[in-house]
């Protein structure tokens, strides 16, 4: 009866119902323009709800952290410029259908199957936490590695036709990741002697200028095209649309919880991964992959939204954040007295009941607020070109520029900008540079870490592999992505086809 009462105490108190609200309403909006995140969202606010109760404050923190997942999908959609990594994925499929006129149809579809996927990690945390805690601390340095190199034979999913040019574009990325001073030995790795090299190059603004100012170039050759006329007669998805791909939506939202709740992931890996995955279980799409597939939209968004309640289960059983925003909110939560941990079930019960409750009702909001303002956002789109350009030229420097407030990453955006205009010119896909700029720190870290462990011997690590069942397990994943890449699995079983044009077109 406690439990049911902590559960809904955010439902019934006004304020709180507000600041959920709020919450969930600023989060979209925020995490819809490219450069500022969710993270510097409630960075922000920790300094404006110092003095407050800690309940209001998770419940403005929660709202946001809900919203702004979601958020990033409308400007992926509308512009082919996601608004966080985690929306990535999204912009593979929901901006060809912007560009089919069908930008009201995606964004209601993101919209529920984002509200889907939220519902299903939160669920898991009421009724697993502790059981997927214990699971997630078993991983070692080398599972992270493996995760990692999972992760880069996503490549194979995001390259199109050419897996040679997606192999060149994701080691490129790699290469890009390493950039900076070396975490480990603060020693200078391709700075060149440039300070401003030192902390290396930010990968939301070179994802900024890679789909923005990339997509903004390319369309310049369309300079006379006319708008596409977007059909909004029906935001709200078919009931069948949610039954047939219902299947789809909770195995997206399975990867993202797991994912989510590995310590140092977050919902931009889960995205990818859960894309992948669609992209091999759906044999016969309605429309290619590439080319507006509704299952290349559905698994991305329902897997981000999955993973905000993914991180909250390492954070709140074992005080360890998920990912970079519980770790904000962890700092939160230490500031108002609270220890979170192994012992918060069972010393302050009503915490964690009152997070779940609010997290479902910030759910609630996100899908309230996502269904509405479809039709001023999908004007955006039907600008004319001239005015449109511009518009997302002012965005990407914005974006680029509110990072760090750093001019330099306004002209590290400009000049990935003008490269990713010439990759897409010549049929390279952007999106694996961007994923392995995102993976090089994971795989890089935990590399190192698992051969200290090892005493730096090769042989022990290669045992260490094969002898611990979860390494090996993950092991077994890596050799069978590698094996459905044969040409032998693909004349067998066949692929989910693509399109070169649509390819070029991302």
């Known amino acids: ?140 340095p080398r599972d992270y590695m493996l995760i990692a190199v999972m992760g880069i034979l996503l490549v194979g999913a995001l390259s199109g036709e050419s897996l040679a040019k997606g192999v060149f574009a994701g080691a490129f990325g790699i290469l890009l990741g390493t950039v900076g001073l070396d975490p480990m030995t603060a020693e200078q790795r391709f700075t060149f002697g440039s300070v401003s090299l030192m902390n290396g190059i930010s990968s939301i603004a070179l994802m900024i200028g890679m789909f923005g100012v990339s997509e903004a170039l390319l369309q310049i050759h369309h300079l006379n095209a006319q708008a596409v006329k977007q059909k909004i007669d029906r935001i709200v998805p078919l009931w069948g649309d949610i039954k047939r791909h219902l299947s789809l939506t909770l195995q997206s939202s399975g990867i993202g919880v797991i994912i989510g709740a590995l310590p140092g992931t977050g919902g931009d890996i889960a995205a990818l991964m859960a894309y992948d995955h669609a992209k091999r279980i759906t044999k016969n799409p309605e429309v290619p992959f590439g080319q507006g597939a509704k299952e290349g939209l559905i698994a991305p968004e329902s897997a981000n939204n999955a993973a905000v309640g993914g991180a909250y289960i390492p954070m709140l059983t074992l005080g360890i954040p998920g990912d970079a925003v519980t770790a904000v909110i962890i700092g939160a939560l230490f500031i108002h007295g609270l220890n979170p941990g192994p012992l918060l079930l ?24 996502g269904l509405t303002g479809i039709r001023i956002f999908t004007k955006i789109i039907e600008c004319p070109k001239a005015v449109l350009f511009p518009l997302i030229l002012l965005l990407s420097v914005v974006g680029a520029y509110s990072i760090n407030n750093s001019v330099a990453d306004v002209w590290w955006m400009l000049g990935f900008g003008v490269f990713g205009y010439f990759m897409k010119l010549y049929g390279y896909q952007v999106a694996p540079v961007i994923l392995g700029i995102i993976l090089s720190r994971l795989m890089d870290d935990n590399w190192r870490r698992a051969i200290i462990s090892e005493r730096e011997s090769l042989p022990d690590f290669a045992l260490g592999i094969l002898t611990s069942p979860l390494s090996a397990t993950l092991l077994g994943i890596i050799v069978f992505v590698l094996f459905t890449q044969t040409r032998w699995w693909k004349r067998r079983f066949g692929a989910a086809p693509t399109s070169v044009d649509a390819i070029k077109s991302n």
């Open 1 to 140: 009866m406690d439990a049911l009462t902590y559960l809904f105490s955010s439902w019934i108190q006004p304020d709180l119902l507000f600041l959920t609200a709020l919450g969930a309403f600023a989060g979209i909006y925020i995490g819809a323009i490219p450069g500022l995140s969710v993270t510097m969202a409630v960075s922000i606010l920790i300094s404006f709800t110092f003095s407050w109760e800690v309940n209001p404050a998770l419940a403005l923190m929660n709202g946001i952290f809900m919203g702004g997942v979601y958020g990033g999908s409308r400007t992926a959609i509308l512009l082919n410029i996601p608004g966080a990594p985690a929306a990535i994925a999204t912009s593979l499929d929901g901006y060809p259908m912007a560009k089919k006129g069908e930008a009201g149809q995606a964004i209601g579809l993101s919209t529920v199957m984002s509200f889907i996927g939220g519902l299903v990690g939160i669920v898991v945390l009421a009724i697993a936490a502790p059981t997927i805690s214990e699971f997630a601390i078993k991983f070692q």
């Open 346 to 369: 069972l010393e302050k019960p009503d915490m964690f009941w009152f997070t779940v409750g609010n997290l479902v009702l910030a759910d609630i909001f996100m899908l309230i607020f």
